[in-house]
């Protein structure tokens, strides 16, 4: 079960990371107009231990944390695997709503 899990999370990340690859290069171009002059792009309360002003760093983070849930032993399996989820959620719908900005 746990393999079927993190195929489809590693599909997932595969997405953000292209999608994560656009919304930077948006991003430098906003810098290079004088906009976009954010320190990070998500909240301290983010759950992410990541502080960026970008958002390639981030999915850094959620690569790394799937290696840690493909280790994980049964009994953290699901704890770790809903901070994921959640995570991963925040930052693909951040994603979304940037890249929908004029």
Known sequence: MHDSVTA???DTLKELYHQAIDADKKLTELRGRGQAKFSAVLREDSQFITHADHFMPYVAELAEELELLDMAADEEYQ???ARMV???RLLA?????FMRLP
């Open 8 to 10: 489809k999370l590693h």
């Open 79 to 81: 704890d770790l695997l």
């Open 86 to 88: 959640h995570k991963i």
């Open 93 to 97: 719908e951040t994603m979304n709503q």
